[in-house]
T-cell receptor, first 111, second 115 residues
Framework: GQNIDQPTEMTATEGAIVQINCTYQ??????LFWYQQHAGEAPTFLSY????GLEEKGRFSSFLSRSKGYSYLLLKELQMKDSASYLC????????????FGRGTSLIVHP | ETGVTQTPRHLVMGMTNKKSLKCEQH?????MYWYKQSAKKPLELMFV???????ENNSVPSRFSPECPNSSHLFLHLHTLQPEDSALYLC??????????????FGPGTRLTVL
């Protein structure tokens, strides 16, 4: 079966940097997504990685290592509004093309 | 605003009721999805429609019945639900090309409570 693992909850301080990890064991790989979901709202797309390396988008960066089955989302200069759930989703190669989601990491940013 | 709307946002129903959830996407996408989101669990894919045809049904009980009348609208008809069906139901859409789905865009969800 497919397995996608993320920490359940993390806390961090406003202004700091936090790294949210995602590891996966899947049969095939065709890209990894990160989504942000505030309580009671829609998950919104943050990033997509299909090749190894770091993709930077403003305060958010996402890293992928396909050989290690590992990704992380890096959030810099944390703001209170970054308190949300962060969902990692892996798209498999062949068969179903629809991403499989992890349980999500609930990030709490405190002053 | 993600371009995907869902109504109602909240729904409370008894086990004998029949209700429907509605989803509409304004993004010109050709694929739509229903997901179930329960606390502490991953998003569970329920149904997929591609070009208005159902292409995937992940062993969902028959008390959930999807309908896709056109590429912009998706319904989930609910009948004789159980309390364990209480969850957030999310709709999503994406553009599919040659069998591969691009980034999914989600609606805000319907919070369903079954009494």
């Amino acid at each position: 079966g497919q397995n996608i693992d993320q920490p359940t909850e993390m806390t961090a301080t406003e202004g700091a940097i936090v790294q949210i990890n995602c590891t996966y064991q899947t049969s095939g790989f065709n890209g990894l997504f990160w989504y942000q979901q505030h309580a009671g709202e829609a998950p919104t797309f943050l990033s997509y990685n299909v090749l190894d390396g770091l993709e930077e988008k403003g305060r958010f960066s996402s890293f992928l290592s396909r050989s290690k089955g590992y990704s992380y989302l890096l959030l810099k200069e944390l703001q209170m509004k970054d308190s949300a759930s962060y969902l990692c989703a892996v798209r498999l190669s062949g068969g179903s093309y629809i991403p499989t989601f992890g349980r999500g990491t609930s990030l709490i940013v405190h002053p | 605003e993600t371009g995907v709307t869902q109504t109602p946002r909240h729904l409370v129903m008894g086990m004998t009721n029949k209700k429907s959830l509605k989803c509409e996407q304004h993004l010109g996408h050709n694929a739509m999805y229903w997901y179930k989101q329960s606390a502490k669990k991953p998003l569970e894919l329920m149904f997929v429609y591609s070009l208005e045809e159902r292409v995937e049904n992940n062993s969902v009980p028959s008390r959930f019945s999807p309908e896709c009348p056109n590429s912009s609208h998706l319904f989930l008809h609910l009948h004789t639900l159980q309390p364990e069906d209480s969850a957030l139901y999310l709709c999503a859409s994406s553009q599919e090309t040659n069998g591969v789905a691009d980034t999914q865009y989600f609606g805000p969800g319907t919070r369903l409570t079954v009494l």
